[in-house]
């Protein structure tokens, strides 16, 4: 089967987004409602994939717009972009980064985008 035309790839992204954005709502909306606490608060350090600003950019702020997490800052070491991300509901910084990865090689692919790492 061959792969979607790249003109896919962003409308693809956005409605996997979407459903993400929802998929967050309904569990931070779960949390609020019931008693207790499912938090699991963290600050995590996010080695980034994105290479030019705008990547970076795109990322942090389609990382803030999903609810129970927030761009907190970057940092640059060398040539590598690292995000700071508070994640609320990961139950480790492994799942944490697994999920923020994910997003980001999702985001690449929808602008179409290659980058070593990235499986999509």
């Known amino acids: 089967m061959s792969r979607l035309p790249a003109l896919w790839h962003a409308p693809v992204f956005l ?3 979407a459903l993400e954005v929802v998929r967050s709502s309904g569990r931070v909306l779960f949390d609020i409602v019931t008693p207790g ?16 600003d705008a990547e970076l950019t795109l990322i942090a702020a389609l990382i803030t717009l999903t609810p129970g997490t927030l761009t907190v800052g970057t940092r640059t ?5 690292v995000l700071l991300v ?3 509901y990961h139950a480790s910084t492994k799942d944490a980064l697994t999920d923020l990865h994910d997003m980001e090689d999702r ?4 602008l179409g985008v290659q980058r070593p790492g990235a499986d999509r």
């Open 77 to 81: 070491h060398g040539d590598q972009r």
């Open 37 to 52: 606490s499912q938090a699991t608060p963290r600050v995590v350090r996010m080695e980034a994939r994105s290479r030019s």
């Open 15 to 17: 409605a996997w987004f």
């Open 107 to 110: 985001m690449l692919h929808g």
């Open 86 to 88: 508070h994640s609320m």
